[in-house]
């Protein structure tokens, strides 16, 4: 039998010699018959070579692992700054959606213009319709109501068309290529973040709809 005092050390196997102690006292108050001191060893001695043995669990679904302790304080903080945080990327990325549709409605002239010189039709109608997709969109994402996800996903899409149709890089050469491929590469980037944001949203109301469905 190996000695209690060449075993390693686990605070779990240290937990169970621990409950195993317990449950000879009670054994002891229970039966009424004391157990001696070398009795009580030996069952201490024996349970912990069980531990040390090869294979041996170093968990007791009976007993609370280290993983399962948890700092109520803590989480609620962590948790606290994680939604600041998404709800300062999300204010923060709507922004240029919010300010390009109020450029848009402030400078209508500017922007038919350049419709033109992008070979879109530089019809007004069409540029109001662009500028209350962007300002309403970005303010409903902004927001953080219910229905901010599509209303990402819509803004991703406007975005990525946008690009194609003014940043095409692949049709032209030399340095008008390199400025098209860094505005191209940007609103990629807008529309990956746009995305992400979508997806965070679903995945927190599946969340929200999962605890619903464990507290009924």
């Not at 948890?70 to 922004?95: E, I, K, M, Q, Y």
């Not at 996800?149 to 050469?173: D, G, Q, S, Y």
Request: hydrophobic content about 50%; glycine content about 10%; charged content about 15%.
């Amino acid at each position: 039998m190996q000695p209690l005092s060449q075993l390693s050390y686990s605070p779990t196997r240290t937990r169970r010699i621990g409950s195993a102690a317990n449950a000879v006292k009670r054994c002891r108050g229970t039966t009424g018959h004391a157990l001696s001191d070398e009795a009580a060893g030996a069952a201490a001695s024996a349970a912990a070579a069980r531990l040390s043995a090869p294979g041996a669990p170093d968990t007791d679904p009976r007993m609370p692992t280290d993983s399962a302790v948890s700092d109520p304080p803590a989480n609620a903080r962590a948790d606290a700054l994680a939604r600041l945080g998404v709800a300062l990327g999300r204010a923060t990325l709507a922004s240029l959606f919010v300010l390009g549709g109020i450029a848009k409605l402030a400078s209508p002239e500017l922007y038919l213009a350049l419709m033109g010189e992008a070979g879109l039709p530089a019809a007004r109608p069409l540029l109001l319709a662009v500028a209350a997709l962007e300002l309403g969109g970005g303010l409903w994402l902004a927001s953080g109501l219910p229905g901010h996800a599509p209303a990402a996903l819509v803004l991703a899409a406007h975005t990525l068309a946008i690009n194609v149709l003014v940043h095409p890089f692949w049709t032209l050469r030399g340095p008008e290529r390199i400025d098209e491929i860094s505005f191209f590469f940007k609103n990629l980037a807008i529309v990956g973040a746009l995305v992400f944001v979508a997806a965070v949203a679903l995945v927190r109301r599946r969340e929200r709809a999962g605890r619903r469905d464990g507290a009924a």
